[in-house]
């Protein structure tokens, strides 16, 4: 899932980032006799221009059959599922946010709102869900950040037949939408209380993801997710990741030698997707 200016260098002083001076995400390879796959994980949102590819990657991405991501994030794609998205993100029976959240939780939505030059007016006809996501989206994009992330970079360049996904626009919005009320607060609640931290934040989480130490990643994914509600967590990431084993051994089970990008979350830890096929009997090599 997709949690969030025009040139690197003004990004890397406005974030302070202390990014390698050659970026290697990590890479591991899944074996299964004779045959194997490729999992990379991907950062969904990137400082403009940088540079992240390496030799291998191309390599690996030149070779397979196909390159499988989360969704479709094309064009078309995103404008259905930008449409979905406001028919469940938005209130049509006259309630606002502020209807639903108290007095104190307004008030830092104001003040961050404000900080960062987001029109409230539109915010308060959203469900906190999708405040929360508009409100990351635009304090990222005031850092530095956009949206073109790995899997933007990469799904234009190839060809249709050699492009796959996990999972429809449709699920992935229905992790967020279907969260029960006090869930959505609880996750709105959190991001304002992490906003102010953000950029320090993604400066560790983008170098740990740039020069491929998932462990560091690891700790300070659980630490963003931290205020979260668990059962939120577990729709979001776990769930998710045991979902997508069945694709990923049919795919082992076929012969298929395919490139699977997927968000680093999904990557790193007890319960993501690498940890579920080591269990499951599979031989993992990291390979970058």
């Known amino acids: 899932m997709k949690l969030p200016v025009r040139c690197l260098l003004p990004a890397i002083a406005a974030l302070g980032l202390t990014l390698p001076a050659a970026a290697a995400p990590a890479m591991w390879e899944i074996r299964d006799g004779d045959s194997a796959i490729w999992l990379f994980g991907s950062f969904h949102l990137l400082p403009d221009g940088m540079t992240w590819r390496t030799e291998r990657f191309d390599s690996v991405l030149k070779?397979?059959?196909?390159?499988?991501?989360?969704?479709?994030?094309?064009?078309?794609?995103?404008?259905?599922?930008?449409?979905?998205?406001?028919?469940?993100?938005?209130?049509?029976?006259?309630?606002?946010?502020?209807?639903?959240?108290?007095?104190?939780?307004?008030?830092?939505?104001?003040?961050?709102?404000?900080?960062?030059?987001?029109?409230?007016?539109?915010?308060?006809?959203?469900?906190?869900?999708?405040?929360?996501?508009?409100?990351?989206?635009?304090?990222?994009?005031?850092?530095?950040?956009?949206?073109q992330g790995v899997e933007f970079a990469l799904q234009p360049e190839l060809a249709a037949e050699r492009v796959a996904f996990l999972e429809t626009g449709d699920q992935q919005i229905n992790v967020l939408a279907s969260a029960p009320e006090d869930e959505q607060?609880?996750?709105?609640?959190?991001?304002?209380?992490?906003?102010?931290?953000?950029?320090?934040?993604?400066?560790?989480?983008?170098?740990?993801?740039?020069?491929?130490?998932?462990?560091?990643?690891?700790?300070?994914?659980?630490?963003?997710?931290?205020?979260?509600?668990?059962?939120?967590?577990?729709?979001?990431?776990?769930?998710?990741?045991?979902?997508?084993i069945a694709p990923l051994e049919g795919m082992l089970a076929d012969n298929q030698e395919n490139?699977?990008?997927?968000?680093?979350?999904?990557?790193?830890?007890?319960?993501s997707v690498l940890d579920l096929l080591e269990k499951a009997g599979y031989a993992i090599e990291r390979i970058q």
């Open 63 to 147: 070779d397979a059959d196909k390159i499988v991501f989360e969704t479709d994030i094309g064009p078309m794609a995103m404008a259905e599922v930008g449409a979905a998205a406001f028919a469940r993100g938005v209130y049509v029976d006259g309630t606002l946010l502020t209807d639903v959240i108290d007095d104190e939780l307004e008030a830092r939505l104001r003040a961050h709102a404000a900080a960062i030059e987001l029109p409230l007016g539109p915010v308060l006809a959203m469900r906190p869900w999708m405040a929360t996501n508009v409100i990351t989206v635009a304090a990222l994009a005031a850092e530095g950040f956009s949206e």
């Open 185 to 244: 607060i609880a996750m709105l609640a959190s991001t304002l209380d992490q906003l102010d931290q953000l950029p320090k934040l993604m400066d560790k989480m983008l170098s740990s993801w740039a020069d491929g130490t998932p462990e560091r990643l690891s700790k300070m994914f659980l630490m963003e997710m931290g205020g979260f509600e668990e059962a939120f967590v577990e729709r979001l990431i776990y769930a998710r990741n045991r979902n997508w």
């Open 259 to 271: 490139l699977v990008v997927v968000g680093a979350g999904h990557l790193i830890g007890e319960g």
